[in-house]
């Protein structure tokens, strides 16, 4: 595991951008795994405009999307795919090979998992990108006496139910890549930002790894970066 502090959250997102672009770079057909929410948006930004900048060729990058809101209509602005359309998609000058990804209002939910497992089992993700979770969740494997190794249905903790994603909306679960395709996944990049987040930080820097604080099963990943914008911490 390597810990790396910043003093700003930007300087958190360029750190991040760069990992990115070195990954892209180095490997053109990379899997890009993609978490939603406010910590990863400033990161997203950056590597838009580098991307753009430098024309860098996307035609066999896959993006791969983390976790989806159940029982959204997917263009609903809540949703991850808005949040990957509006931050991402939308902006990039090409379009990547193709977008992986939970269809929110799936009728079929348990096809909708397979459908994400079985592509998983074919292509490893290269890195895999997390945004720590108030509550120390991941993706949304959510606290819990166990986890789940493969994709699946979650009912969403209470604190998760606050998400200012979906403020307003009634979600009660969603879907999740479980931590099986964490763990697979070549390199797991991590970030952690905003003062909600300092408790479960703490717990995740505690010295002790357990399912009901799921981000510290990451100090037993081998290739796993995790960048801390402590501006916010007391
Ligand atoms: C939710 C999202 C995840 C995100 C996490 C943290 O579970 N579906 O994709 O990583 O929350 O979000 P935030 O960075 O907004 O705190």
């Avoid at 263009?75 to 379009?95: E, G, N």
């Avoid at 493969?150 to 604190?159: A, E, I, R, W």
Wanted: proline share 3%; charged share 20%.
């Amino acid at each position: 595991m390597q810990i790396i502090h910043s003093d700003t959250y930007e300087q958190m997102s360029i750190q991040g951008c760069d990992l990115l672009l070195d990954t892209i770079q180095k490997k053109n057909d990379a899997v890009i795994c993609l978490a939603t929410g406010s910590t990863p948006k400033r990161m997203y930004e950056l590597l838009v405009h580098k991307i753009n900048e430098q024309r860098i060729d996307l035609t066999n990058v896959t993006f791969v999307k983390l976790d989806e809101w159940y029982g959204l209509e997917p263009d609903h602005p809540s949703t991850c795919h808005t949040f990957i359309k509006q931050h991402l998609l939308d902006k990039l000058y090409m379009k990547p090979k193709c977008l992986i990804e939970f269809t929110s209002n799936a009728v079929d939910v348990t096809q909708e998992l397979i459908k994400v497992e079985t592509y998983l089992k074919e292509h490893p993700i290269d890195v895999m990108i997390l945004g720590l979770g108030m509550n120390a969740h991941l993706g949304l494997n959510e606290p819990s006496q166990q986890l789940t190794l493969g994709c699946h249905q979650v009912m969403l903790n209470s604190k998760t139910k606050t998400h200012d994603m979906i403020k307003g909306e009634h979600v009660e679960s969603g879907m999740t890549i479980g931590m099986d395709g964490i763990f697979k996944s070549k390199q797991v990049l991590m970030l952690v930002s905003g003062s909600s987040k300092e408790d479960a930080y703490k717990d995740f820097m505690s010295g002790t790894i357990t399912t009901q604080v799921p981000a510290s099963m990451l100090w037993l990943h081998t290739n796993c970066v995790c960048l801390v914008d402590t501006s916010q911490f007391k």
